[in-house]
């Protein structure tokens, strides 16, 4: 069983499939606690979750029509049966999976386990700003290839530094995609972009959060 905080149908706000319609489940609980964490609704007992099976959820996805999938949270990867839902996930080659996971769970038993499948990984990076970095699993950097992402969650101009060390030393744009996330109502995009203006960084891309452009910043279920 599964705890599941909320599921719904909307545009994916951020992510290889922005703009997209997505099936999105977000699963309660989280090992982190992040400065600027805008979702503390999943993890800090001020919403109650419900308990769901993988068969249930699977079918909630296919009578959505729904062919993209983002399971989130909190932290999805906390879910102690989540290889039961992934191996049922995996079995549909309709269905796009991306898993939105916070950077301190190591991804490499999954990768193994759904090498060459239908499921991608977003990877967080937090940076000094999040208060969390030291939590950050570096071995990710290793598993990930070209069809998954780092991201990199930008809250100041120290954040910003860090990331252009960090994807330099670690050479991440040459092993998978790497974004570079503003912290709303904390740092404006348009620094980042002058930032890859000035050190001529082309091969990273600016995600912005369009959920929270086209509805509040606290509306949930979009």
Same mark, same amino acid.
């Given at each position: 069983?599964f ?7 909307s545009?994916d706000?951020?992510g ?7 099936a999105f489940i977000?699963f309660e609980?989280c090992n ?5 964490c805008?979702?503390k609704?999943?993890?800090?007992g001020?919403?109650s $979750?419900e ?5 249930g959820?699977?079918? =909630? %996805?296919k !009578?959505?029509?729904?062919r ?8 999805p990867?906390?879910?102690k049966?989540m ?8 079995l549909?080659?309709?269905l796009h ?8 769970i190591?991804?490499g038993k $999954?990768?193994v ?7 991608? =990984? %977003?990877? !967080?990076?937090?940076l000094p700003a999040?208060?969390m970095?030291?939590t950050?699993?570096k071995r ?17 101009e120290?954040?910003?530094?860090e ?5 330099n030393?670690h050479e991440?744009t040459r092993k998978?995609?790497v ?12 620094k980042?972009v002058?930032f890859?203006?000035s050190?001529?960084w082309?091969d990273?891309?600016?995600?912005v959060?369009v959920h929270?452009v ?5 509306m949930?279920?979009?």
């Amino acid at each position: 069983m599964f705890k599941v905080i909320e599921r719904f149908i909307s545009i994916d706000g951020e992510g290889p499939t922005s703009g997209e319609l997505a099936a999105f489940i977000r699963f309660e609980g989280c090992n982190l606690r992040c400065t600027w964490c805008d979702t503390k609704y999943s993890w800090d007992g001020s919403c109650s $979750y419900e308990d769901q099976d993988a068969e249930g959820i699977y079918q =909630y %996805i296919k !009578d959505s029509g729904a062919r993209n999938v983002t399971l989130t949270g909190g932290e999805p990867l906390l879910q102690k049966d989540m290889f039961h839902l992934l191996d049922l996930l995996s079995l549909d080659s309709a269905l796009h999976i991306h898993i939105e996971t916070n950077g301190a769970i190591d991804i490499g038993k $999954y990768k193994v386990r759904y090498q060459g499948g239908n499921i991608r =990984y %977003i990877v !967080d990076y937090k940076l000094p700003a999040s208060g969390m970095e030291r939590t950050m699993k570096k071995r990710n950097f290793e598993h990930v290839d070209q069809d998954d992402v780092i991201k990199f969650v930008i809250a100041s101009e120290g954040d910003l530094q860090e990331t252009w060390r960090i994807v330099n030393k670690h050479e991440l744009t040459r092993k998978c995609r790497v974004f570079l996330s503003p912290v709303a109502e904390s740092f404006e995009p348009k620094k980042i972009v002058e930032f890859m203006v000035s050190r001529k960084w082309h091969d990273v891309r600016l995600q912005v959060q369009v959920h929270k452009v086209i509805w509040p910043k606290d509306m949930r279920g979009v």
